[in-house]
């Protein structure tokens, strides 16, 4: 998975939590990067929980709440970068 992820740009998590706003949502879900700014409104759980993982490492609240399948496939169309290696707790090079 990580080989596939290569081209895409790095952001730090200082970097996306600069984006903690209903208009400029991102989150990051097992190291990779979201940009959900257009899911904020329209979220079944309110914007509410939106806006408290906003900016933030969002993974652990995504599985605890048990996305649907769709959910979790819609999500990719978000996909707008990754952590840098340093900062990364779910994808790691093989060969470290």
């Known amino acids: 998975e990580l080989a596939s992820l290569a081209h895409l740009p790095e952001y730090s998590l200082q970097q996306v939590s600069w984006h903690d706003r209903p208009d400029d949502c991102w989150i990051v879900l097992n190291d990779k990067v ?18 408290e993982q906003a900016g ?4 652990l ?12 496939e819609q999500v ?9 290696e340093k900062e990364r707790m779910y994808l790691r090079s093989r060969n470290k």
């Open 34 to 51: 979201y940009n959900v700014t257009k899911l904020v409104d329209g979220h079944p759980g309110g914007m509410e929980v939106m806006m």
């Open 56 to 59: 933030r490492d969002a993974t």
């Open 61 to 72: 609240a995504f599985r605890s709440v048990g996305h649907s399948i769709d959910a979790i």
């Open 76 to 84: 990719d169309e978000f996909l707008v970068g990754i952590l840098p």
